[in-house]
């Protein structure tokens, strides 16, 4: 029997956050490359005969080459087991990113060498701040023109508020890049450029002050890099495994994931420096992995990942104890022990039955409608763990199905899709009782309109409404009713108010002094 701490240890479960097109799926491919769980990386946008990234599952995320759903990657990778989350970049789905953040331990923040930091970035990494997650910083796309690593540096730190430490230095960029220099080896590693999917780049390594550097990489080159590198060693702090698991500082790489130099650089620094899997915070204090008791957290429900089965899937994060198949757990929200019999483990659309799983491992349920984000498993004590919070929806449009036949297909698809979080369903309190889609981003719009059809054979009659915020109500009573212009219940049985502005929001709470409105469901106990 494997020992737990020995099986924590060795456990590093990280999730990579960036800004679209900064080249998140394409690291990621990267990185299951040199972990050998793939043979080959894909390509992101899938070319007729190609292979599409295998962290991409979805139909619509393979057309429009962007990760719309979050996955769950599992290697090996020189005695580390590595969970890896790959989250949506695309902004409207920033609900699903936070979730999977809940998830992990660490961050690896991606920006483009050329744009720096992006406003999906500047949200992403506050989600990880809150968290209280250590973040490396990976500066891709340095084969193409970038910015100068100083001023890249000085935007992170004023823009983020966090001290960043670099960890390699770039020598050029674009069509003048020739490699990166390692400030902790003090090494050289020179850029060839080789085919997309080489395994490895061809390195070379050498000190900076070595004559034939200066002749591999050009006097011009070589002039700056000793200059770089003598700012850097007398303004740049060092780096201070504490002060980065303490989110002080977050030290800087740089890559170019596309032609594969760079990432072994980052994998092999990033799992000797990344923390452990950490405690599961509750209400009255914390559990600690080691704990001699099975617990997990779902914190993903998704449908229809295998077209041959049509079922429902919860992510599970194991946070303490070992899980074995067949065991039993107590579902703390039900009150009843559930058998888990079916445990699974994914990479991208195919699944592997297994046996067991450790403290950071991520696992995949069948989902027979028992599971919601957020829910505990566990086989030892009662406890309890804040909720999961929502994001305010912008968007809203009342559906129905275009044909009479397709209402059984329609309602298994809005509970399923509505689940796993696609999209936020609303239930108008008077009149018409066809559901209200609500939405942080129009994607989100469109791929519930396009998963319904191609996984549930339903063509959608969708009418937008004007509504553009909405607002939970607590301590509701007739009076408040009457004063609000469009109430309607989540899928909680929660009040909800609808507004098209701000104005109308001011207004409202002007005519009722006591309405206590949110931009997110408060705790359960506390509406009305």
Same mark, same amino acid.
């Given at each position: ?270 799992? @000797?420096?990344?923390?452990? %899997?950490?405690?599961? $915070?509750? &209400?009255?204090?914390?559990? /600690? #992995?080691?704990? +001699?008791?099975? !617990? ?87 406890? @309890?763990?804040?909720?999961? %919070?929502?994001?305010? $929806?912008? &968007?809203?449009?009342?559906? /129905? #199905?275009?044909? +009479?036949?397709? !209402? ?121």
């Amino acid at each position: 029997m494997p020992d737990l701490d020995q099986e924590i240890r060795r456990r590093r479960t990280f999730a990579i956050i960036s800004h679209p097109d900064a080249g998140k799926t394409t690291l990621t491919e990267k990185l299951l490359l040199y972990g050998g769980a793939i043979r080959e990386a894909g390509s992101v946008k899938a070319k007729k005969g190609g292979q599409a990234a295998t962290s991409d599952w979805m139909e619509l995320e393979k057309k429009r080459g962007i990760s719309i759903t979050s996955s769950a990657l599992q290697f090996e990778y020189e005695g580390h087991c590595v969970n890896l989350l790959d989250t949506p970049g695309h902004q409207d789905f920033s609900e699903d990113t936070y979730r999977t953040l809940v998830a992990a331990d660490a961050a690896l923040m991606l920006i483009d060498g050329a744009k720096g930091v992006e406003p999906q970035t500047i949200k992403l990494f506050k989600v990880c701040r809150d968290r209280g997650i250590p973040i490396v910083t990976v500066v891709n796309k340095m084969d193409r023109p970038a910015r100068p690593p100083l001023d890249l540096m000085d935007e992170v730190e004023k823009t983020l508020g966090i001290t960043v430490v670099p960890a390699t230095w770039p020598i050029g960029s674009g069509d003048d890049f020739k490699g990166v220099y390692s400030l902790r080896d003090r090494r050289i590693f020179l850029f060839e450029r080789t085919a997309h999917n080489a395994t490895k780049a061809a390195v070379q390594t050498t000190g900076p002050d070595d004559p034939q550097l200066a002749e591999a990489i050009g006097a011009r080159l070589h002039g700056q890099l000793l200059e770089d590198l003598q700012m850097v060693e007398e303004c740049v702090q060092p780096f201070e495994l504490q002060a980065f698991l303490d989110q002080q500082i977050s030290p800087m790489f740089f890559c170019s994931a596309l032609v594969n130099f760079g990432v072994e650089n980052i994998l092999q620094r990033f799992l @000797e420096i990344a923390p452990t %899997p950490g405690p599961l $915070p509750t &209400i009255d204090s914390e559990i /600690a #992995p080691n704990a +001699p008791f099975f !617990s997990g957290f779902v914190y993903k429900v998704a449908a229809n990942m295998d077209k041959m089965h049509r079922d429902r899937i919860a992510f599970l994060r194991v946070t303490s104890g070992h899980f074995e198949r067949g065991m039993s757990a107590k579902h703390l929200r039900l009150g009843r022990e559930v058998r888990l019999s079916h445990p699974h483990r994914f990479f991208g659309q195919e699944r592997v039955s297994i046996e067991d799983a450790w403290p950071g491992d991520v696992i995949g349920l069948i989902n027979p409608g028992m599971f919601r984000v957020g829910d505990v498993l566990s086989a030892g004590p009662t406890f @309890e763990v804040r909720n999961f %919070p929502r994001f305010a $929806p912008e &968007i809203f449009a009342q559906v /129905a #199905p275009r044909e +009479p036949s397709m !209402s059984k297909g329609f309602g298994k698809g809005l509970a399923q899709l509505g689940e796993e979080g696609v999209v936020q369903v609303f239930w108008p309190r008077v009149g018409a009782r066809e559901p209200i889609l609500g939405a942080v981003g129009e994607l989100q719009l469109q791929v519930f309109e396009a998963r319904l059809e191609s996984e549930y054979g339903v063509d959608l009659r969708l009418d937008r409404k004007p509504w553009t915020r909405a607002r939970w109500v607590q301590n509701v009573t007739p009076e408040v009713l009457e004063i609000l212009p469009m109430v309607v219940r989540d899928e909680s049985d929660r009040y909800v108010a609808l507004f098209n502005s701000e104005f109308e929001i001011d207004y409202a709470k002007s005519r009722y002094k006591g309405l206590e409105l949110y931009d997110h469901p408060p705790a359960e106990e506390d509406l009305g």
